[in-house]
């Protein structure tokens, strides 16, 4: 059974800075691209941050600049750095991830159960 765990949410204030994590466990053959969601009880899930297995990077515009996201492939783990944060990040962010279950041949997308990011005025 292949699962995603974040970790490293929580509550900062304007201006300051946190790293969330996302660990893949289980057995599969490998990962493809990760990504970071975000989403709030008004607005869609939207994209924050993606990150494809060779590292090549894209983001929202609304993080450019100020998070980062990153991964180590030999621990099976996407991060994502942020800083500069603003009340509008507050948001429960998700983890997502395409999973080579057995070979190259085909892949299955699977989420993380969500981590609570608050960011105070």
């Known amino acids: 059974q292949v699962q995603l765990v974040e970790s490293g949410g929580g509550l900062v204030q304007a201006g300051g800075s946190l790293r969330l994590s996302c660990a893949a466990s289980g057995r599969f053959f490998s990962i493809n691209a990760m990504s970071w969601y975000r989403q709030t009880p008004e607005n869609q899930r939207e994209l924050v941050a993606g990150?494809?297995?060779?590292?090549?990077?894209n983001y929202s515009d609304s993080v450019k600049g100020r998070f980062t996201i990153s991964r180590d492939n030999a621990k099976n783990t996407v991060y994502l750095q942020m800083s500069s944060l603003k009340p509008e990040d507050t948001a429960v962010y998700y983890c997502?991830?395409?999973?080579?279950?057995?070979?190259?041949?085909?892949?299955?997308?699977?989420w993380g159960q969500g981590t609570q990011v608050t960011v105070s005025s």
């Open positions: 997502n991830a395409d999973i080579f279950p057995r070979s190259a041949t085909y892949s299955l997308n699977y």
């Open positions: 990150i494809a297995r060779g590292g090549r990077t």
